[in-house]
Every structure is written in structure tokens, then in C-alpha cells.
Antibody
């Protein structure tokens, strides 16, 4: 069974870039879609975007200008970069495995990223 | 404000049946995009509960079922148990937004 683990700074300053990496174990990152989803404290889920193992991406239009998702198949990892962050970007960020780009079938445990000076 | 509308909360006594609605529009559920449901227990990551409207992943009890009609979908839970107390989210695809959308979530309380 595939397992996912997010890693990265838990604190980011306003206007800077948030960077997270998701390490995939228990299976190959190839042949699947991989997503990032976030959840502000006490609020609901927001899809950020996904990447196919070939590098094809699809982003939430509301975040598209600030988001980059990349993949490194040699390391079995994929990454998220979110630029020009504000306090509104404070959230638990989940990496996840997708089924066909339509829904998530496996989730990471999530990592809290706080945007504050 | 979420594209998919769910009631903020529902409740039921142990053993009872509850349903959670998810209302969309002609650009998502009504456009025949599939609906998926997730369960988020307190302090944990969400977990896939129902996919493609009415399918259960391996390990999900058959007390959980999904349905879809028109621009809405529903999650039904029968034989309610204390361990079902959680937040539940529906999710689909929206062609106007060209992306995945979630409902705002429903908190289920087992009385």
C-alpha cells in the first residue's frame, strides 16, 4: 500500500515562497496522478492541483498564477511551490495519490504551514 | 462559499440512519461528473469513503452508501456508530472552473 509523507518548513514569511516535498513509498510514482490539497484551520478542503508522472499538470484556477507542482520520478517524490504567500495561505497541506486525476485514494498525514513574520 | 453545498451539521442516535446531501449545479454534478465522498476523523487526514457516486473502497463498511440524481448527491450511513462521528466532504469536477471542487463539509454528531 502506497504511503505519502510531506516535508518542508512549518513557518514561512509573508511574500515568500512556500515549498513542500512529498515522499512516496510502497510503490512507484510512475503511472499515476499526484495531488496537493490544503485545509485552513477549522475550514474545509481546497484542491491546489495535480501532476501526472509525465509532468502534465492541472491547477486550481484561483491559485494557478502562484502554484508550481513538479515531480522527480528518480527520487519517487513530487513537490509544491506556492509563491507570494499571505496569512490566507496558512493551512494543513496534504499530498495525495490520485485516481485518474478525478479523486484521491491515498492521503498523506498532512503538514501545517503557518504564514507569519 | 463552496461550489458544492452541504449542510454544516447532521446528527443521529446510535443505530439510526442519517443522510448528508451535496448540492451542485449544471456545471458539475448535473453535468454528470462523478461524486466522491471523504471521511475526516478528528485530527486526522481525510479518507476516501465513496468513489464514482456509489462505490466503496476495500475496507469501507457497507453501512456507507452513495447516490446521485440530477444536480445532487447523497451519502447515507445506516446503523450509526460512535466511531462514525467525523466531518464528511463531497467532491466532484466543475467544467466552468476547470477543476476539482469540494463541498464545505458536514459535521456528523452521534448523540
Amino acid at each position: 500500500q502506497v504511503q505519502l509523507q510531506e516535508s518542508g518548513p512549518g513557518l514561512v514569511k509573508p511574500s515568500e515562497t512556500l515549498s513542500l516535498t512529498c515522499n512516496v513509498s510502497g510503490g512507484s510514482i510512475s503511472s499515476y496522478y499526484w495531488s496537493w490539497i490544503r485545509q485552513p484551520p477549522g475550514m474545509g478542503l481546497e484542491w491546489i492541483g495535480y501532476i501526472y508522472y509525465t509532468g502534465i499538470t492541472n491547477y486550481n484556477p484561483s491559485l494557478k498564477s502562484r502554484v508550481t507542482i513538479s515531480i522527480d520520478t528518480s527520487k519517487n517524490q513530487f513537490s509544491l511551490r506556492l509563491s507570494s504567500v499571505t496569512a490566507a495561505d496558512t493551512a494543513v497541506y496534504y499530498c495525495a495519490k490520485d485516481r485518474g486525476g478525478w479523486y484521491v485514494d491515498y492521503w498523506g498525514q498532512g503538514t501545517l504551514v503557518t504564514v507569519s513574520s | 462559499q463552496s461550489v458544492l453545498t452541504q449542510p454544516p451539521s447532521v446528527s443521529g442516535a446510535p443505530g439510526q440512519r442519517v443522510t448528508i446531501s451535496c448540492t451542485g449545479s449544471s456545471s458539475n454534478i448535473g453535468a454528470r461528473y462523478d461524486v466522491h465522498w471523504y471521511q475526516q476523523l478528528p485530527g486526522t487526514a481525510p479518507k476516501l469513503l465513496i468513489y464514482d457516486n456509489n462505490n466503496r473502497p476495500s475496507g469501507v463498511p457497507d453501512r456507507f452508501s452513495g447516490s446521485k440524481s440530477g444536480t445532487s448527491a447523497s451519502l447515507a450511513i445506516t446503523g450509526l456508530q460512535a466511531e462514525d462521528e467525523a466531518d464528511y466532504y463531497c467532491q466532484s469536477y466543475d467544467s466552468s472552473l476547470s477543476g476539482r471542487v469540494f463541498g464545505g463539509g458536514t459535521k456528523l454528531t452521534v448523540l
